[in-house]
């Protein structure tokens, strides 16, 4: 087993944190200035600025992956970007999830990944020529429609918005919430999920479909605030959708395909958040060990009180045994398929957003009454990651996966004689 990187991964990963230390960096107190002047919901001039230099220096769509690990791809589309392996993505990530917007600039932002991805493996050409090119252009962007307040959405077959066949049209009715994305006003796609037969199977009865942000009967009620954080301007929306009206050529695959689309386009997203959530806990560590150094109480430095020894070491090794989980669940994504991963993105899943939630909460601790204010951005950071223990499905959700795969393992346990200790 080689944990060596090789040539191709380390050119990658270190081409985006160069990047991202000589012009992302030296630009944050910009970003900051102009993301809290005027109306919050708007486009910022500096990530517009850089996206053209990071794609003139091939830094462009790294998330989109080989065109020969893609089934089902008409070639004469074009696509553009670096067709990373999911496992040459995971390094890069983790370098752009230590300044939350960078991912922009790299036009691998969320819900967009997916959503390029869904469209590239699922939608026609022409689908693909009228939303996929200027989404990887970074001209437009897009929301992704899944969840509903008045259903436990972590079982989507709960999911109660329709998309009914009308002559040469779907109506969507319904209601979604967490649709992340919708408060940009570049956002003008939105790809919903719904029942499209309500007498179907179980796992047959979804569909998703492609939904122009401005048809009418579109209205964003309310935007959602995270621990009171609006995440402006991208922002997390309550959408109303009545008797919304798009051609029948919007569907997705097929009706009755949602649950597939839906599992070929969550496996890579799960990941992508994993990757980014190891960098924003080396930055939690990073500001956790400084701030115990600079600082004396009781005649000696605080970080020279064992408790936070403990607690630094067990952040150092937590983040170290979440890398290479992380970098397992890719590895084997690449290998053998973003099924045959299923167990190990589960795993990760849990395991990423706990770890970084725990060495947070310590760096909070550490930087003391300052942690919970907006002078440092630990306060921000825990609320964004608390919200994955949900996103793409629940904890629980993913612990019964693996649970489920473990007691598979002894199935016919009863079956053997018990041995006493």
Not at 91 to 112: K, T, Y
Not at 376 to 393: E, I, K, N, Q
Request: aromatic share 6%; charged share 25%.
């Amino acid at each position: 087993m080689d944990f060596e990187l090789s040539d191709r991964q380390r050119h990658f990963r270190d081409r985006v944190r160069s990047f991202i230390d000589t012009r992302i960096r030296p630009r944050h107190s910009d970003y900051l200035r102009q993301s809290h002047e005027g109306d919050r919901w708007k486009v910022i001039p500096v990530i517009e600025e850089l996206k053209p230099v990071a794609r003139a220096e091939g830094l462009w769509n790294l998330f989109m992956p080989p065109r020969g690990a893609l089934t089902h791809v008409d070639d004469s589309f074009a696509f553009e970007g670096e067709q990373l392996t999911n496992l040459e993505y995971a390094l890069c990530a983790e370098e752009m999830g230590r300044i939350g917007w960078a991912s922009e600039v790299f036009n691998c932002s969320a819900p967009d990944t997916g959503n390029m991805e869904v469209l590239l493996r699922y939608g026609t050409r022409e689908q693909k020529d009228e939303w996929l090119t200027p989404l990887m252009n970074g001209e437009i962007r897009s929301a992704f429609l899944m969840t509903e307040p008045a259903v436990a959405s972590s079982d989507a077959t709960n999911i109660e918005c329709s998309i009914i066949r009308d002559g040469d049209d779907y109506v969507i009715n319904g209601r979604k919430w967490w649709s992340s994305g919708v408060g940009d006003p570049r956002c003008k796609l939105a790809i919903v999920m719904g029942k499209s037969d309500p007498e179907g199977s179980r796992h047959g009865s979804q569909s998703m479909i492609l939904m122009p942000m401005d048809a009418p009967g579109v209205t964003i009620e309310r935007m959602l605030s995270v621990y009171g954080y609006d995440h402006a301007p991208h922002g997390h929306g309550e959408v109303v959708l009545d008797n919304v009206r798009v051609p029948a050529s919007n569907m997705l695959l097929g009706e009755g395909r949602g649950f597939e689309i839906a599992q070929g386009r969550l496996g890579p997203g799960r990941i992508h958040h994993c990757m980014r959530t190891i960098g924003v806990a080396e930055n939690a560590l990073e500001a956790m060990a400084r701030r115990l150094t600079s600082r004396v109480a009781f005649g000696k430095r605080i970080s020279d009180h064992s408790v936070w020894e403990q607690r630094v070491a067990r952040a150092r090794i937590d983040i170290e045994m979440s890398r290479l989980l992380c970098l397992k669940a890719a590895d084997v994504m690449d290998r053998a398929g973003n099924k045959a991963a299923k167990l190990e993105i589960a795993m990760i899943k849990v395991q990423a957003p706990t770890m970084a939630l725990q060495i947070l909460d310590d760096a909070v601790q550490a930087h003391g009454g300052g942690g919970v204010s907006g002078d440092f951005p630990l306060a921000h950071d825990w609320a964004a990651v608390r919200t994955l223990r949900f996103a793409d499905g629940p904890d629980e959700v993913h612990a019964r996966a693996i649970a489920r795969e473990e007691f598979g393992r002894y199935a016919d346990l009863k079956t053997r004689p018990t041995t006493a200790p």
